[in-house]
């Protein structure tokens, strides 16, 4: 049955002709071939929706003008779909507050904007004395800033004023591959992270190389019951007074700088719980059923007992780097920080560097009493447990009213702790231990800082409700002690209970 009037005889018959127009209009094109030929050779295609039928009235010059419009507008709304358009990143304005040189962190924060144009990155050094009171009150009023820098054990005064990282940006999981256990100690709660370092120090032996030469010493200590012979073999005395120290350790913060982290170092190499289970409280005395955080006061008190056979240094003595660093005493332990100011007032002076002493293995606790500093208490009153050094550093945390906290403010936190070419501009700058596991690696033989690259993959630390705040207690307790006003047990009582009166009082 023949359908030549039907609508679709009369379009079927019109395609040849339409074809053939532009094909007239249009030599060079080839046109698909699926059904045949018209009358004067053209090929034009079988399907209907295939074929753009254009009026015959449209000049030449006005199709190739519709043309171009059409590959322009098709173009561009191809390159929209197809991802083509580029979207512009904000103008972002960060301020950064810390205790840091301004130009050790100069190099960074030049070498980020150059990688992150957008974002304008306003850094404010601020004294350590109150640099803690200056955040508070600038937060309180408003007028804080996008990110600033938290101490490893100040984190619970702040949880309050700072954002986690979004866990689509910066995960718990990506923290423990990028940085060692501490940083997770200290920085990390219920499974969110608050901060990122760019450095972390720990507690070593300095040592001077001529001492050591000069007593045939031919290595450092590397535990606390050769630390103690060592000291003995230096020590200098002329009648009764100390005239060279054989180690700057056994006094309160007066004249020991570091006096109470060591002393929660002791605790920490003895197995001493400092924080009580889940964190928010002190437990060394609590959790202690031993004796042995008494144990390691009374270790670390014997050098500055003049009852002790290990005596060797008095809350009097000039300040323990002074000391070290004009040849006063033959051994410090301090953090690596201290290195400048040393080398600064002597310059000449040969320092060695080594781990922290550790606990021997035939360390046995033995339970004290209600002494006050037993003369015969040496290394074996403490116990043998895994090897540990005690960390102080510093974070980058983001402040939970910066108007980029979940966003650029942690971008840039990401980005300057953890990309490996930031990070490097960073060292090199400011000379200090790295952080990260992969530059950790690369400084593991290093001269100066491979002493503390390894100790930061073993770095210990507690939640402490405030850095300075517990220090000043830990002091408080040394120097009850060391003036006979209570025993050792009785002044760690005492501590905890306050320390825990700093948990509550938050």
Same mark, same amino acid.
């Given at each position: 049955?023949?359908?030549?009037?039907?609508?679709?005889?009369?379009?079927?018959?019109?395609?040849?002709?339409?074809?053939?127009?532009?094909?007239?209009?249009?030599?060079?094109?080839?046109?698909?071939?699926?059904?045949?030929?018209?009358?004067?050779?053209?090929?034009?295609?079988?399907?209907?929706?295939?074929?753009?039928?254009?009026?015959?009235?449209?000049?030449?010059?006005?199709?190739?003008?519709?043309?171009?419009?059409?590959?322009?507008?098709?173009?561009?709304?191809?390159?929209?779909?197809?991802?083509?358009?580029?979207?512009?990143?904000?103008?972002?304005?960060?301020?950064?507050?810390?205790?840091?040189?301004?130009?050790?962190?100069?190099?960074?924060?030049?070498?980020?904007?150059?990688?992150?144009?957008?974002?304008?990155?306003?850094?404010?050094?601020?004294?350590?004395?109150?640099?803690?009171?200056?955040?508070?009150?600038?937060?309180?009023?408003?007028?804080?800033?996008?990110?600033?820098?938290?101490?490893?054990?100040?984190?619970?005064?702040?949880?309050?004023?700072?954002?986690?990282?979004?866990?689509?940006?910066?995960?718990?999981?990506?923290?423990?591959?990028?940085?060692?256990?501490?940083?997770?100690?200290?920085?990390?709660?219920?499974?969110?992270?608050?901060?990122?370092?760019?450095?972390?120090?720990?507690?070593?032996?300095?040592?001077?190389?001529?001492?050591?030469?000069? #007593?045939? @010493? *031919?290595?450092?200590? /590397?535990?606390?019951? +050769?630390?103690?012979?060592?000291?003995?073999? &230096? =020590? !200098?005395?002329?009648?009764?007074?100390?005239?060279?120290?054989?180690?700057?350790?056994?006094?309160?913060?007066?004249?020991?700088?570091?006096?109470?982290?060591?002393?929660?170092?002791?605790?920490?190499?003895?197995?001493?719980?400092?924080?009580?289970?889940?964190?928010?409280?002190?437990?060394?005395?609590?959790?202690?059923?031993?004796?042995?955080?008494?144990?390691?006061?009374?270790?670390?008190?014997?050098?500055?007992?003049?009852?002790?056979?290990?005596?060797?240094?008095?809350?009097?003595?000039?300040?323990?780097?002074?000391?070290?660093?004009?040849?006063?005493? #033959?051994? @410090? *332990?301090?953090?690596? /920080?201290?290195?400048? +100011?040393?080398?600064?007032?002597?310059?000449? &002076? =040969? !320092?060695?560097?080594?781990?922290?002493?550790?606990?021997?293995?035939?360390?046995?606790?033995?339970?004290?009493?209600?002494?006050?500093?037993?003369?015969?208490?040496?290394?074996?009153?403490?116990?043998?447990?895994?090897?540990?050094?005690?960390?102080?550093?510093?974070?980058?945390?983001?402040?939970?009213?910066?108007?980029?906290?979940?966003?650029?403010?942690?971008?840039?936190?990401?980005?300057?702790?953890?990309?490996?070419?930031?990070?490097?501009?960073?060292?090199?700058?400011?000379?200090?231990?790295?952080?990260?596991?992969?530059?950790?690696?690369?400084?593991?033989?290093?001269?100066?800082?491979?002493?503390?690259?390894?100790?930061?993959?073993?770095?210990?630390?507690?939640?402490?409700?405030?850095?300075?705040?517990?220090?000043?207690?830990?002091?408080?307790?040394?120097?009850?002690?060391?003036?006979?006003?209570?025993?050792?047990?009785?002044?760690?009582?005492?501590?905890?209970?306050?320390?825990?009166?700093?948990?509550?009082?938050?």
């Amino acid at each position: 049955m023949k359908l030549e009037n039907s609508p679709r005889a009369k379009v079927k018959e019109a395609i040849p002709a339409t074809l053939a127009s532009y094909y007239h209009i249009h030599p060079t094109h080839t046109l698909p071939s699926h059904e045949g030929r018209d009358g004067g050779g053209v090929r034009y295609s079988r399907l209907l929706h295939s074929v753009i039928l254009i009026p015959m009235h449209l000049t030449r010059q006005r199709l190739l003008i519709i043309g171009a419009a059409v590959v322009i507008v098709g173009g561009l709304i191809g390159a929209f779909f197809l991802g083509g358009r580029k979207e512009i990143p904000p103008e972002v304005k960060l301020t950064v507050w810390g205790t840091e040189p301004e130009a050790a962190l100069r190099s960074l924060f030049e070498a980020y904007h150059k990688a992150y144009a957008n974002v304008e990155v306003k850094y404010t050094e601020l004294p350590a004395s109150n640099y803690e009171q200056v955040i508070v009150e600038a937060l309180a009023a408003g007028a804080g800033p996008d990110v600033f820098m938290v101490g490893n054990r100040d984190l619970f005064q702040n949880l309050n004023k700072v954002a986690p990282a979004p866990p689509a940006l910066f995960s718990l999981t990506r923290l423990r591959e990028l940085f060692p256990s501490v940083v997770e100690d200290d920085f990390a709660r219920g499974g969110a992270v608050y901060a990122l370092p760019l450095s972390i120090d720990t507690l070593a032996l300095f040592y001077n190389r001529d001492y050591f030469d000069g #007593a045939a @010493l *031919v290595r450092p200590p /590397a535990t606390w019951e +050769e630390f103690v012979s060592d000291a003995k073999a &230096l =020590r !200098v005395v002329s009648g009764e007074k100390i005239t060279r120290a054989g180690a700057a350790l056994g006094g309160s913060s007066r004249s020991v700088e570091q006096a109470a982290d060591i002393v929660q170092l002791l605790m920490l190499q003895n197995g001493v719980p400092l924080a009580g289970a889940g964190g928010g409280s002190a437990a060394f005395v609590s959790g202690d059923q031993s004796g042995r955080s008494a144990g390691a006061l009374n270790f670390y008190l014997q050098f500055a007992n003049p009852g002790a056979a290990a005596y060797t240094w008095h809350d009097a003595m000039p300040p323990a780097r002074e000391s070290f660093a004009a040849g006063k005493a #033959a051994m @410090l *332990v301090d953090y690596r /920080a201290a290195l400048p +100011e040393v080398q600064k007032k002597s310059p000449f &002076l =040969r !320092v060695g560097l080594a781990p922290v002493p550790q606990v021997g293995a035939g360390g046995a606790t033995q339970p004290l009493g209600r002494e006050r500093i037993r003369p015969e208490l040496t290394v074996e009153g403490l116990g043998a447990e895994r090897p540990a050094s005690f960390a102080r550093y510093r974070g980058f945390a983001v402040s939970k009213w910066s108007t980029w906290a979940n966003d650029w403010a942690w971008r840039f936190v990401v980005s300057i702790t953890t990309e490996p070419a930031l990070v490097e501009a960073y060292l090199a700058a400011s000379g200090t231990p790295p952080a990260l596991r992969s530059e950790i690696a690369k400084r593991l033989d290093d001269p100066e800082l491979g002493t503390f690259a390894k100790q930061a993959l073993a770095a210990r630390s507690w939640q402490a409700p405030g850095d300075a705040r517990v220090r000043a207690v830990f002091d408080g307790a040394i120097q009850n002690v060391l003036t006979g006003r209570t025993d050792p047990r009785t002044a760690l009582s005492r501590a905890e209970a306050e320390i825990n009166q700093l948990f509550q009082a938050r």
